[in-house]
């Protein structure tokens, strides 16, 4: 009976995950009335453009320290003598496109307006004086009542850009708070990033810390890991979850799926490294909130090996950690023989 409850628990570990894709946002609906009064206006700064008047190769202002050079495969920016590249902005001014800049203070907006078939699509990116990030699109079907040339207004509301055109005929909101940030991945603090993923952390667990060089060879990012080791409590866990589900999914793919992601070796070490992080915080934790840990079920990884493979996988893994000296991982061995007492003493209730 007790080992029904443990697997009920680990069901949680297979539960889809679902992400957002920034780059198809668009603009948000427009502010109240009563929040109109409230905008900041963000001045026009005005670009030098080289190349063709709709259609530039560079747009800079030096004084402002902002720069823009647009080609097919992507868009570059310098603010403030950082640099930044937008590789998904893939031809975006291949009809045609102005450049436009915006400014209140240190923040700056840049707009690209590219031009379509039936209008127009506008592209905006908003620095806020530490980072530029890409905020959505917004696209614009000219009418009778749209005339050219288009007059853009950029302000803020709250915590809305909003973007304008015909004098507010029409506008859009972006969240500020929001956007993809456009810096190199490998400069980004590691805290900051992982604050940034923390509502959809299986953008962290799925993609970063588990890869492959280009030899091919297992790469595993020790720093992410400890940084779920030092930053989780019962309540703020989101990352521990991701990472039981990411490994109960490789498990059931390499012997349920045949999906062979991973050797049955480099899974091996992957759930020795993955345990040495999850397993001590889950049974330290669990007591304290349980709804928070799989709904308030009980199970952790070195747990799911144990009871569900225990004559294949476990066996395998035995035997490899200790070749490997359980990879020096401090918490492994404890890790180990808790998840075979589990017939023992149970769920911790």
Aim: with cysteine; hydrophobic share 35%.
């Amino acid at each position: 009976m007790k080992k029904i409850v443990f697997l009920i628990g680990l069901l949680a570990f297979l539960g889809a995950v679902s992400c957002g894709d920034n780059r198809t946002s668009t603009g948000a609906p427009s502010v109240s009335p009563q929040d109109t009064a409230a905008i900041i206006p963000f001045e026009e700064i005005p670009l030098k453009c080289y190349g063709e008047q709709y259609n530039p190769n560079r747009c800079f202002n030096e004084n402002e320290k902002i720069s823009i050079a647009l080609s097919k495969k992507s868009v570059s920016f310098s603010v403030n003598d950082v640099s930044y590249v937008d590789q998904a902005a893939d031809d975006i001014c291949e009809q045609g496109c102005q450049v436009f800049a915006y400014g209140h203070g240190p923040n700056k907006v840049i707009i690209l307006d590219a031009f379509l078939e039936y209008g127009h699509l506008y592209v905006v990116y908003f620095y806020d004086a530490t980072k530029l990030r890409y905020m959505g699109k917004w696209e614009v079907t000219l009418t009778d009542k749209i005339a050219q040339p288009i007059t853009l207004e950029v302000g803020q509301v709250g915590e809305e850009l909003e973007v304008s055109f015909q004098e507010g005929q029409q506008k859009s909101n972006f969240n500020l708070n929001q956007g993809t940030d456009l810096r190199d991945k490998d400069t980004i603090p590691l805290d900051e990033r992982m604050a940034e993923y923390k509502s959809t952390p299986e953008y962290i667990t799925d993609n970063l810390i588990f890869t492959r060089d280009e030899n091919h060879q297992l790469q595993i990012d020790t720093a992410i890991l400890s940084y779920i080791q030092n930053n989780t409590t019962a309540q703020d866990n989101a990352y521990v979850i991701a990472l039981q589900k990411y490994v109960t999914r490789a498990i059931n793919a390499l012997y349920y799926d045949d999906q062979k992601q991973w050797t049955e070796e480099e899974l091996i070490k992957i759930i020795a490294f993955a345990a040495n992080t999850t397993d001590p915080l889950h049974k330290g934790l669990w007591n304290e909130s349980p709804e928070h840990w799989h709904n308030g079920m009980w199970g952790n990884i070195l747990g799911y090996c144990y009871v569900v493979h225990r004559k294949t996988l476990w066996v395998k893994l035995q035997r490899q950690l200790q070749q490997e000296h359980d990879y020096n991982l401090p918490h492994l061995p404890e890790m180990i023989a808790y998840a075979m007492e589990f017939d023992r003493f149970g769920p911790p209730y």
